[in-house]
């Protein structure tokens, strides 16, 4: 199918990231430039006789929760290729997103920060051209840039296609999100198959967005994975919810049946994204660059299937959304096999990537840690944040204005160790969990334990006010037809 929505970065654009002002560093708020010794260790990596740097293929598999996966343990065949993978690198077991959806998630992945840093939010809609992104970073390496995505939350008019070479957006021309990443895969491994032959190395990253509401598998995948019988007209409804509004609004209502029906439906879905990841793998793999490849897959977060009663992913900062899969495969760095435990989370990518690549950097120019480290990097806690949900109260607004949007307009942060969960709500109420106890997050002890709440929440502020200026980022409305039809699809606006 002929590409869409290509983006070429202007080289004036690109070259505009080395040359700002030296005293404007991460620390300061700004985000902006490279540090000196970064900009040493872009240029070390061109010195004659280095050994090659490994390509990069980063895959985030949208909305994909890390228990619905094989790999992690889900009892039926979902992610055969993805444990092949593990089989073949490290599977962490404690990974965890930066927020319960799409844009702030992949601005994280991104640059390795947090939403308070980098400031793509539900309430501006867009990733600030002064953040420096992981593509921007290898670009000016030498790395050849590439990206296909399917989700339109991260389109270039977002901000989300700085320092690709081509950013091409599937699913503006395909019809839904199957035939987008169908598309994606298509175009991702023509593209290894001409890029193998070259000398240059690459980085190739891909949005997949089958796994998303509405979940629409086909039937063949569905039965093979749940062959019992479901009632026909009931799974065709369920087959038509597109999030969690109409649900919250009172349009519809669930029971224990419906959420068995969503969680096989999904898990269909979650296999036929696994399938086309296969067919990536094996071009890797025939074009013999493989093992000379850093591949990822992570997500960018997970899904409700009626926990708290709950379905879709926005307004949850439990377990369900925010723990996400990530498997790494690269021989030279992670031996075969390997599962970690130590808790990790998306800032941890970039740090990752530019040590592995053998790009020099200064570790406070990153939230996250390198996973590469001689010493595993885990972190004593983690956090996720969302702003208000401002697309979400417009909708809402509008279908239901009978509904409350006072009960939804609230900022969220999450805390989380190994063992608590601590979430925030800029109304002053809090919940906390013991994730050993009970790791389905349903005893709230926050007035059972305030003394462990007030502790946690201490440490939440004391990281807050180690964060910094944020950029000042204008909102982005959402003006462009077709983006508006696929948001519109997926359940985000009315």
Same mark, same amino acid.
């Given at each position: 199918?002929?590409?869409?929505?290509?983006?070429?970065?202007?080289?004036?654009?690109?070259?505009?990231?080395?040359?700002?002002?030296?005293?404007?560093?991460?620390?300061?708020?700004?985000?902006?430039?490279?540090?000196?010794?970064?900009?040493?260790?872009?240029?070390?990596?061109?010195?004659?006789?280095?050994?090659?740097?490994?390509?990069?293929?980063?895959?985030?598999?949208? #909305?994909?929760?890390?228990?619905?996966?094989?790999?992690?343990?889900y009892?039926?065949?979902?992610?055969?290729?993805?444990?092949?993978?593990?089989?073949?690198?490290?599977?962490?077991?404690?990974?965890?997103s930066?927020?319960?959806?799409?844009? *702030?998630?992949?601005?994280?992945?991104?640059?390795?920060?947090?939403? #308070?840093?980098h400031?793509?939010?539900?309430?501006?809609?867009?990733?600030?051209?002064?953040?420096?992104?992981?593509?921007?970073?290898?670009?000016?390496?030498?790395?050849?840039?590439?990206?296909?995505?399917?989700?339109?939350?991260?389109?270039?008019?977002?901000?989300?296609?700085?320092?690709?070479?081509?950013?091409?957006?599937?699913?503006?021309?395909?019809?839904?999100?199957?035939?987008?990443?169908?598309?994606?895969?298509?175009?991702?491994?023509?593209?290894?198959?001409?890029?193998?032959?070259?000398?240059?190395?690459?980085?190739?990253?891909?949005?997949?967005?089958?796994?998303?509401?509405?979940?629409? *598998?086909?039937?063949s995948?569905?039965?093979?994975?749940?062959?019992?019988?479901? *009632?026909?007209?009931?799974?065709?409804?369920?087959?038509?919810?597109?999030?969690?509004?109409?649900?919250?609004?009172? &349009?519809?209502?669930?029971?224990?049946?419906?959420?068995?029906?969503?969680? %096989?439906?999904?898990?269909?879905?979650?296999?036929?994204?696994?399938?086309?990841?296969?067919?990536?793998?094996?071009?890797?793999?025939?074009?013999?660059?493989l093992?000379?490849?850093?591949?990822?897959?992570?997500?960018?977060?997970?899904?409700?299937?009626?926990?708290?009663?709950?379905?879709?992913?926005?307004?949850?900062?439990?377990?369900?959304?925010?723990?996400?899969?990530l498997?790494?495969?690269?021989?030279?760095?992670?031996?075969?096999?390997?599962?970690?435990?130590?808790?990790?989370?998306?800032?941890?990518?970039?740090?990752?990537v530019?040590?592995?690549?053998?790009?020099?950097?200064?570790?406070d120019?990153?939230?996250?840690?390198?996973?590469?480290?001689? &010493?595993?990097?885990?972190? &004593?806690?983690?956090?996720?944040? %969302?702003?208000?949900?401002?697309?979400?109260?417009?909708?809402?607004?509008?279908?239901?204005?009978?509904?409350?949007?006072?009960?939804?307009?609230?900022?969220?942060?999450?805390?989380?160790?190994?063992?608590?969960?601590?979430?925030?709500?800029?109304?002053?109420?809090?919940?906390?969990?013991?994730?050993?106890?009970?790791?389905?997050?349903?005893?709230?002890?926050?007035?059972?334990?305030?003394?462990?709440?007030?502790?946690?929440?201490?440490?939440?502020?004391?990281?807050?006010?180690?964060?910094?200026?944020?950029?000042?980022?204008?909102p982005?409305?959402?003006?462009?037809?077709?983006?508006?039809?696929?948001?519109?699809?997926?359940?985000?606006?009315?």
């Open positions: 199918m002929p590409e869409s929505a290509e983006l070429h970065t202007p080289e004036s654009k690109r070259r505009a990231k080395l040359t700002r002002a030296p005293g404007l560093g991460i620390r300061a708020g700004l985000l902006v430039g490279l540090s000196a010794g970064l900009l040493a260790g872009l240029l070390a990596c061109d010195a004659p006789g280095q050994d090659p740097r490994p390509n990069v293929v980063l895959i985030v598999l949208d #909305t994909t929760r890390a228990d619905i996966l094989s790999a992690y343990g009892p039926k065949p979902t992610s055969p290729n993805l444990a092949k993978i593990a089989e073949e690198g490290v599977l962490f077991r404690q990974a965890m930066t927020d319960f959806w799409t844009l *702030p998630a992949h601005a994280s992945l991104f640059t390795g920060q947090y939403p #308070t840093r400031q793509a939010t539900s309430e501006t809609n867009r990733l600030d051209d002064r953040v420096t992104t992981l593509a921007e970073y290898l670009n000016e390496a030498g790395y050849r840039t590439r990206a296909y995505v399917s989700n339109a939350w991260i389109g270039a008019e977002r901000g989300f296609g700085q320092g690709f070479e081509t950013y091409v957006e599937t699913w503006q021309s395909a019809p839904g999100d199957y035939e987008s990443d169908r598309a994606a895969i298509a175009g991702a491994r023509d593209w290894v198959e001409a890029r193998a032959k070259k000398d240059e190395p690459f980085f190739l990253f891909l949005n997949l967005n089958s796994a998303h509401m509405p979940y629409s *598998p086909d039937v995948t569905l039965v093979e994975l749940s062959p019992q019988p479901m *009632p026909i007209e009931r799974t065709r409804k369920l087959r038509r919810i597109k999030g969690m509004w109409a649900h919250l609004g009172g &349009e519809y209502a669930l029971e224990d049946l419906d959420f068995e029906i969503l969680e %096989n439906l999904y898990a269909a879905e979650v296999a036929m994204v696994d399938q086309l990841v296969g067919k990536l793998i094996r071009t890797l793999e025939t074009s013999e660059v093992d000379e490849t850093l591949l990822i897959v992570t997500a960018d977060h997970g899904e409700n299937l009626g926990e708290h009663g709950m379905v879709d992913h926005l307004l949850s900062m439990y377990d369900t959304t925010i723990r996400i899969p498997i790494l495969r690269h021989p030279g760095t992670f031996p075969a096999g390997e599962e970690r435990d130590e808790l990790v989370s998306l800032v941890d990518l970039v740090p990752t530019l040590e592995i690549c053998g790009l020099k950097r200064d570790a120019e990153f939230a996250g840690r390198s996973l590469a480290s001689a &010493e595993p990097p885990g972190h &004593e806690f983690v956090v996720a944040e %969302n702003g208000r949900p401002i697309n979400g109260i417009d909708l809402m607004r509008k279908s239901f204005p009978d509904f409350d949007t006072q009960s939804i307009d609230h900022r969220m942060k999450m805390l989380r160790t190994r063992q608590h969960k601590l979430i925030w709500y800029d109304d002053d109420r809090i919940e906390l969990y013991d994730l050993a106890a009970d790791p389905g997050e349903t005893h709230d002890l926050a007035e059972e334990n305030p003394e462990l709440a007030r502790e946690l929440l201490q440490k939440l502020e004391d990281w807050a006010d180690t964060q910094g200026t944020p950029i000042q980022t204008k982005l409305e959402i003006t462009d037809p077709a983006t508006q039809e696929r948001l519109r699809a997926l359940g985000y606006i009315e």
